[in-house]
Structures are given as C-alpha cells and as structure tokens.
C-alpha cells in the first residue's frame, strides 16, 4: 500500500498564486507517489467567528480551483472536514492526553489570544488537538505544509507518542513535508501574498484583471525615473518573474540594473506571463463553473471514502481506550 499523505487548508475561497506556489502545487506532485487525502478544513475555520459568512461559497471556490490546478479526485479523496464528523469523536478523544500546557504554549495561540481578544476561545486552545485528528484520523504519514505549521505539526507528534505509549501502538508518527518554494511576497512587496490583506494575485482571475493587478504591483523603491538604474534583488516583480518567466531572469535583472528597461514594461511581461502559465487552469476551470453538479458529487464522493477509512480507525482507537 502506498503511505498516507493528508494535508488540510482553510476555505479561502478562490486561491491566489501564493497558495498555488506554495501549497498546491506540491499537493498535486504527491498524487504522483502517494495516496493522498486533501481536507478543506472548515471546522477550523469557526475558531474566528466571522469565518461563517460565505463559506459554503468558499468551499466551493476553493474545490474548483484545487480541480481545475490538478487534484484528482480519481486518486486523490478530496473532502470537507465537516462532512466526516468522527473528527470530532477523535478531537475529543484526543484531547483527554494532551496536557492543557502543551497548547497554551503554542505561538499561534499566544498569538490568536493577542489580536483577537474579544474571542479566545476553547476551540482556539484544541485547535493543534482537532489538526492531530486530521491527520490521524487517517493514519497519514506524510504531511506537506508550510513551515508556520511545524510547531503544530511537532505537537501532533507529542500527542501522538503519548496516545501509543498509553494505549498502544495506533498511530503512526506523522511527518512534515516542507514546500520547497520560498515565500510568495504580494503586490506590495513586503509582506507574504494574501487574500485578507488585499495583495494577491487570484489564479481565476481574468487576464485583463490580472494585468491591473500586477500594473499596481510595487517595485523598487529607490528608483524613481524611467532612467534609474533598478535594483532587481530588493524587486517583488523580478522574484515573480522568476516563476512566470524564468529563463529570462538574468536577463530581465541586466536590463533593470542599467535602465534599458521600465518597471511598466517589466509588469506588462510579467503579467503577459502569468497569463500564459494559468490559461490552461482557467480553461479547465471555466468548464468545471459549468458543471456546478460535478463538485458537489467529487465533495459527496471524497466524504464518504474518508468516512470509510475513519470509521475503522475510530473504532480501533475506541477499543483502545476501552469504550467498546
Ligand atoms: N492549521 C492548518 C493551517 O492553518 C490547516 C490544517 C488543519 C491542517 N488541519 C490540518 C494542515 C491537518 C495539515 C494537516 O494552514
């Protein structure tokens, strides 16, 4: 049997090329090796309260493009959290071996705790003990993420040693695979491509959109005249180029550095770019838009292999704790 990779995302709704970089991208390339479960993890996303408000919609934006980018539903099992409750019996099961200090340790928590103190909530303190169940659930091996995610991924880990020394070997140990693209920075070239902060690049975007999007990108900021000389290596569009139009790279920095070329010029190519990398997955994705009835069945279908597979584990895991 090939080893479990299970990965989980929040439902964003349409994703952007940072999402596509960094996550999917590599979650496409794993179907290759591995059987591999991909969750959007709308339970997770309750612990910010305004998370209810268009989610369904969010679920589906977000399956479309996972579909139109390559996940595969044939050899992939694609699903929403919610729709396989025994995350829930697991989560709860769980957290009766997970020391209450473990999570009020957790950065993210600390760092929840800070910006949304109106609303620290229970869920927020289980919220690494419902990412174990997740994972476990499953009994996945493997989990790419992001490296934000390797203290949650480490305390996975401790739970899961401590589950398997209490009860008995259960649960494998699961593992963090690293994306190995470097940060995608956004239009304003400082801080990390994202939906909440408004600088993002959507893959189902239109290409004229598109192109005003990155006509509004930042560049570098030293230079002011066409006839400047531009510092490449400080230039958020010279690092997209390097997705969009990497042979041309070194070619693009000479020109910046002694001003043969514009900053215009430079985004009008790189927008032209990425418009020929995504024409594909928007042609694929203007098909699935059409066949709305088609994502609901991939996302009934994924639902009901994952509960197959929970199921068992949850009534092993239920034997183990003595309630059966
Ligand atoms: N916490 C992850 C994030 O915010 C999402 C997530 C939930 C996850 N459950 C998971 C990731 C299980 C990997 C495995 O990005």
Known sequence: MKDRVFSGARPTGRQHIGNYLGAIQNYVGLQEDYQCIYCIVDIHALTTLEA?????????????????????????????????????????????VTPLGWLTRVATFKEKARTQPHNINYGLVGYPVLMTADIVLYKAGIVPVGEDQLPHLELAREIVRRFNYIFGDTFPEPEAKLTTTPLVLGLDGVKKMSKSLNNEIELAASAEETRERVMSAFTDPARRYRSDPGHPEVCNVWRLHHFFNPDQIDEIADECRDARRGCVECKEQLAEGINLALAPFRNRRAELVARPQYVKEVIADGAHRAHAIAIETLTEVKERMGLI
Do not use: C, K, Y
Not at 53 to 64: K, S, T, W
């Open 52 to 96: 209810t408000e268009g989610l369904q919609e969010n679920i589906h934006e977000m399956m479309l493009d996972w579909l139109a980018a390559g996940l595969d539903p044939e050899r992939s099992i694609l699903f929403v959290q919610s729709h396989v409750p025994q995350v829930m019996e697991l989560h709860t099961l769980l957290s009766m």
